[in-house]
């Protein structure tokens, strides 16, 4: 029975690279927005 | 919520490890399909995600048509991306494997064409809500789709009852003649196809709780700029 590594592997490559680019994406969103919010309450005071 | 996030975020990494140190060196090699069937442990629980994170939307949706709150409709988007993720790879995990499987990465097969539906119908969810300027008609609009998009998932369950299908028949449990529910296959396999469920519920949430407060940080500085702009 052949063994098929390559499918196997290149699926678990793709879901996990998605999410590592999903997170790391998300979270620089987020960071950006916080920081804006943070300028714009130091600009107010 | 961000304490939420601060717990999810490593209970969900460890337990994803953990789950594929169990596939790869744990679980049997099925007999028929031999070592490619350990994607059925990645392709079924990302399946399990699509179809919460859309019911997330639908539920959410129906909210945010009822009581017209800004935060059930930040909450269905949220959960809409991430599902629209999950479904991509869905589709792709499920293509890969067919192809040592059926011989080929896609037949227009009543189940995997019904899940193309979804996909489809979530990109123009994501269109529509681009395409509208005023926020509250986006809403409004993209919770009327959402909710006939996840109205897609029982037929896409279905489809492979309703017709002859490529598709093998469903895979977790089997309702026999006497009515009676039983795992369609033998424990080794189905107690860590569970587990990854569970592990892979428990990413979906951080993700959704991870993208709600993008969601909000961004609604808090669009309104911050405009109070601004008209001030």
Redesign the interface.
Known sequence: MPMNLEYVFTTYGIWLVTFILYVFIMRRKLKTYNDALENFEQKKT | MARWIKILEPLSILSLIGC?IWIFYGTPIESEM???Q??MY??VP?VIVTYTAFFVVFAFSIAYLWKRDIMFDQVAKSSAEIGE?FCA?VL??GA??G??TWGTYWVWDARLTTTLLLFLIFAGYFLLRSFTKERERAARLAAVLGIIGFLDIPIIHKSVEWWRTLHQPTTLFKVEATGEAKPAMPMELLLPLLVTMGAMLI?YFY?LL??I??EK??H??QE?IAN?EGG
Do not use: A, D, E
Request: charged fraction near 10%; hydrophobic fraction near 50%; aromatic fraction near 14%.
């Open positions: 594929g031999g070592f490619v350990k994607i990645l392709h990302s993720v790879l792709i995990t890969i494997w192809k040592p990413f993700l991870l993208r407060q993008t940080q961004y808090t500085l911050l601004n």
